[in-house]
């Protein structure tokens, strides 16, 4: 912006000053009248309507999906891409933090007067890539497969024992492949069948070594297909 160009933006500005309203006590009312109607409509709603209730919490469950609201996807699958646990805060607080600080400070970084879009190129182009970012993040975040999930690929013979051990909780103490718990209570299983023959595996399964609870409950048919699918897995994919 020139010399000139400036004083006619302040001209105007001053134009525009001596018409408008003071904030106090004029916008005060409008946002104050608004939040009031906002708040009237949610009591409203929540008393006519009332709230959906899911089915009761069960402390027992092994097979349940925790799942965040949907607005919340795109944090989601950011903590999922990011697998050192040393980076997980800077993922889940760092990233998030310092978004928030630079879009409070962008009247004081981003000074041009400017307001239609195509001539503030860098800020509109900053713009989209966010949107576009947080709207893959929440895809992606959506459509991700369960917590409880194997992605390592498996002969169909072995599928049953798979799906077993995906959804018996075992991941919450194993890594299998990228998935589990690495770094977990127990050992890594990718490369168990290689260690371990398979009556050993079955042994470990159906005893529960250590403070790994028995699983002798999933029953004989069970626990030779879990063993079966543990005695496949030599950590070559
Ligand atoms: C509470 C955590 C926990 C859960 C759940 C769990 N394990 Fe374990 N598992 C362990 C621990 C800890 C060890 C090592 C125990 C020891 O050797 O003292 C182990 C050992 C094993 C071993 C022997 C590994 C080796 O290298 O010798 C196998 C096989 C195994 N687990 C399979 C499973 C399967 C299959 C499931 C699910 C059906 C399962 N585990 C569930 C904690 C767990």
Redesign the pocket.
């Known amino acids: 912006m020139n010399a000139r160009e400036k004083e006619e933006y302040l001209r105007e500005y001053e134009i525009l000053k001596k018409k408008g309203k003071s904030f106090f006590p004029y916008a005060i009312m409008k946002d104050s009248v608004m939040m009031l109607i906002v708040a009237a409509v949610l009591i409203v709603m929540s008393i006519v309507m009332g709230a959906e209730q899911g089915p009761k919490a069960d402390p027992t469950t092994t097979t349940y999906t925790p799942r965040p609201e949907w607005y919340f996807f795109y944090l989601f699958e950011l903590l999922r891409v990011i697998k050192p646990p040393a980076l997980v805060p800077v993922a889940t607080i760092g990233i998030p933090t310092i978004c928030m600080v630079l879009l409070l400070l962008l009247p004081f970084y981003d000074r041009g007067p400017e307001r239609v879009p195509w001539k503030r190129p860098i800020a509109s182009i900053t713009g989209i890539m966010v949107i576009i970012a947080m709207a893959l993040l929440t895809y992606k975040g959506a459509t991700a497969g369960a917590p409880s999930e194997i992605e390592l690929a498996t002969a169909p013979q072995y599928e049953k024992g798979k799906a077993l051990?995906a959804e018996?909780?075992?991941l919450?103490?194993?890594a299998i492949g990228e998935n589990g718990a690495h770094g977990g209570?127990?050992?890594d299983?990718t490369d168990?069948g290689s260690?371990?023959p398979k009556e050993a595996?079955k042994q470990?399964?159906t005893i529960g070594?250590?403070?790994?609870?028995s699983?002798q409950g999933l029953g004989e048919k069970n626990l030779n297909a879990?063993a079966d699918y543990?005695a496949s897995l030599n950590g070559e994919d």
């Open positions: 051990v018996s909780g075992c919450a103490c194993h209570l127990g050992p299983l168990i260690r371990i595996i470990s399964v070594p250590g403070i790994m609870p699983f879990v543990l």
